[in-house]
């Protein structure tokens, strides 16, 4: 069954983060035509990126690394929750995302963003830098508002319409991680 990481992007005290995560996960995991598993970038603490060689270069020689790359590997395809960070991409993602080449290549990427005006920037940031890294974006994605979508700013209570561009965007991340698994195929990647 195709295997999707759900990747928490934020990892300050007090973040928002994990309610929505939560809810994707929730919600995928009703649906039953793959596997999803959350990633908290908390659980992964990385240096700024301190590799000797580029990873399209590899191989990489810190063991964060390495074990950063052993947990990205396994992955048919993702979904990146981020929040907006003056008006782009948390450092923390971005950081995690640039550790690793290979084992983003030939997979597909969906966008759940929250924000003042739903963290649609940030995720037009993303779309750029796993683009370069060789991901299939798919064009579904979920915009959460932090003045509207939280009661009392603090709770998140996601609407039907949320529910829906979030199973449309897993709709598209599973077919398309299905589609491209004849290119991991002739490129498995190798950790270490
Ligand atoms: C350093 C920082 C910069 C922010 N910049 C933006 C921004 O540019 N646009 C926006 O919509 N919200 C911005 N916010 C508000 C965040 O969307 C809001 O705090 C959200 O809860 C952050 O996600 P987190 O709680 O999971 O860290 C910013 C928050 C922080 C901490």
């Given amino acids: 069954m195709i295997r999707?990481?759900?990747?928490?992007g934020s990892t300050r005290p007090n973040r928002k983060g994990p309610q929505v995560a939560q809810w994707v996960l929730d919600t995928a995991a009703q649906r039953g035509d793959a596997e999803f598993e959350l990633i908290d970038l908390r659980e992964h603490p990385l240096p700024h990126l301190d590799e000797p060689a580029p990873p399209m270069f590899g191989p990489s020689v810190h063991e964060h690394t390495r074990a950063w790359a052993e947990r990205i590997a396994p992955f048919d395809g993702f979904v990146?929750?981020?929040p907006e960070y003056n008006g782009g991409v948390p450092g923390v993602l971005?950081?995690?995302?640039?550790?690793?080449c290979a084992e983003w290549t030939?997979?597909?990427?969906?966008?759940?963003?929250?924000?003042v005006s739903g963290g649609a920037r940030a995720v037009v940031q993303l779309r750029t830098v796993c683009g370069t890294l060789?991901?299939?974006?798919?064009?579904?994605?979920?915009?959460?508002s932090v003045?509207?979508?939280?009661?009392?700013?603090?709770t998140?209570?996601?609407r039907d319409h949320h529910v829906a561009a979030l199973n449309k965007t897993l709709d598209q991340v599973i077919a398309w991680s299905t589609a491209l698994a004849p290119l991991r195929a002739?490129?498995?990647v190798t950790v270490g």
């Avoid at 971005?94 to 690793?100: E, P, Q, S």
């Avoid at 060789?134 to 959460?144: C, H, L, N, R, W």
């Fill in 4 to 8: 999707i990481g759900i990747i928490l």
């Fill in 134 to 144: 060789g991901m299939a974006d798919v064009g579904y994605q979920v915009a959460i």
């Fill in 156 to 158: 998140f209570t996601p």
């Fill in 106 to 115: 030939d997979k597909a990427v969906g966008f759940v963003s929250y924000g």
């Fill in 94 to 100: 971005k950081n995690a995302i640039d550790h690793l």
């Fill in 186 to 188: 002739e490129s498995p």
């Fill in 147 to 154: 003045l509207t979508d939280f009661e009392n700013h603090a």
């Fill in 80 to 82: 990146l929750v981020t």
